[in-house]
């Protein structure tokens, strides 16, 4: 990894770090170009894509991806373009009352 910092962060929160079985991540943009590459990247067991992604591919709609704090949904989706420094969190389903 670039020793300058200058990969993508990715944080894990709540159920997903039990998903993922850590709570952060660096990736390679390089390796990553869009959310969907880096998600697939990421998952490295069947257990983990079933947490992330839908039998088709799709994000599961109950997962949450954000990029430097804004919902994927609003950038394309999976295949939002990442760059070098970006900051990725992936959230479980919120709920409250």
Do not use: H, W, Y
């Not at 969190?89 to 009352?97: N, T």
């Amino acid at each position: 990894m670039d020793p300058a910092g200058q990969d993508i962060s990715v944080r894990f929160f709540a159920r997903m770090k039990d998903v993922f079985e850590r709570k952060e991540a660096q990736v390679s943009r390089d390796e990553a170009p869009t959310v969907g590459a880096l998600l697939k990247r990421l998952c490295t067991s069947p257990r983990m894509e079933r947490g992330i992604f839908t039998d088709s591919g799709a994000l599961r709609p109950t997962v949450i991806v954000l990029v430097n704090g804004r919902n994927i949904a609003f950038l394309g989706g999976l295949e939002a373009a990442l760059q070098e420094g970006d900051e990725i969190a992936v959230f479980p389903p919120l709920k409250g009352g």
